[in-house]
């Protein structure tokens, strides 16, 4: 009888979450991350790069709010002006998507090395995306939607528009080499000293550091000799992130 009452009603709720929901995970790079980012004060908006339905970016935004709450507090030797700057930095920051909602590009060059992936998948649909947002209680205001390929949605003029200066965390999860040389491409005007890049995919092809999004983040670092990426946590199966330090004047 019990475990009856149990199968109908918890396991609907944990499908429900591991589809979705994203409960909240402790050891999560975001989580992690977002401690340094409040302790530190730096200043940015959240940019994903491969958003599908929604599901790491409801996480990400879950997690961060968390964290950043509770530097909202005054303890652990936090002044008052010091919470004050934490809470306009969290009610400042922003949660820009990108994906072309029409799932991966034509797989060619380099990335047709691999055999997981195929041009269309990972396909999902923007107002999908909107609606999984709003019934996870995403703030919508918060959210800034830009649709299309990166090849053409990255661009100066979608800065300039959405007064884009500065990341704080930069979401890598597009899977390939091509999508995430763009993005990299574009995101390295929006470095702060602090800045976190999450890669999502980066022991792919094998881990294989020619392809995918190691061999584009090591073509893209060698290139900025005024940052130095810091090794920064490793997360589940794929995962790696770098903390971005300023080494110029
Ligand atoms: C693995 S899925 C993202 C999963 C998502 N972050 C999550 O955890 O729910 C990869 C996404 O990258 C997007 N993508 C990959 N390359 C792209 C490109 N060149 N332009 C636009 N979107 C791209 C695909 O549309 C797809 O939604």
Redesign the pocket.
């Given at each position: 009888m019990l475990g009856g009452i149990l199968k109908r009603f918890i396991r609907p709720l944990r499908l429900f979450s591991s589809n979705f929901v994203s409960l909240v995970d402790e050891n999560s790079i975001v989580r992690k991350a977002s401690w340094i980012l409040a302790a530190e004060k730096v200043e940015g908006d959240y940019l994903?790069?491969?958003?599908?339905?929604?599901?790491?970016?409801i996480k990400a935004h879950r997690e961060m709010e968390e964290v950043y709450r509770e530097h909202m507090e005054e303890s652990g030797g936090r002044s008052s002006e010091a919470t004050e700057e934490i809470k306009r930095i969290w009610s400042e920051m922003r949660f820009f998507a990108?994906?072309?909602?029409?799932?991966?590009?034509k797989i060619d060059g380099l990335d047709a090395l691999g055999s997981d992936f195929e041009e269309g998948g990972?396909?999902?649909n923007e107002e999908n995306f909107r609606i999984n947002l709003t019934k996870s209680r995403f703030p919508m205001e918060k959210l800034v939607v830009v649709p299309?390929?990166?090849?053409e949605?990255c661009t100066e003029k979608i800065k300039q528009e959405n007064s884009l200066k500065r990341a704080a965390i930069i979401h890598i999860?597009?899977?390939?080499y091509?999508?995430t040389k763009?993005v990299l491409g574009f995101v390295e005007s929006l470095l702060v000293d602090g800045t976190v890049i999450i890669f999502?995919?980066w022991y792919n092809f094998k881990a294989n550091p020619s392809l995918g999004e190691q061999k584009a983040f090591s073509e893209w670092s060698e290139k900025l000799s005024d940052w130095v990426f810091v090794q920064y946590q490793k997360e589940g199966p794929w995962r790696n992130s770098f903390i971005a330090s300023y080494q110029g004047n």
């Open positions: 994903e790069f491969g958003v599908y339905r929604g599901r790491s970016i990108f994906d072309s909602f029409q799932g991966l590009p990972w396909s999902s299309g390929w990166f090849e949605s999860d597009c899977d390939l091509s999508s763009t999502d995919d």
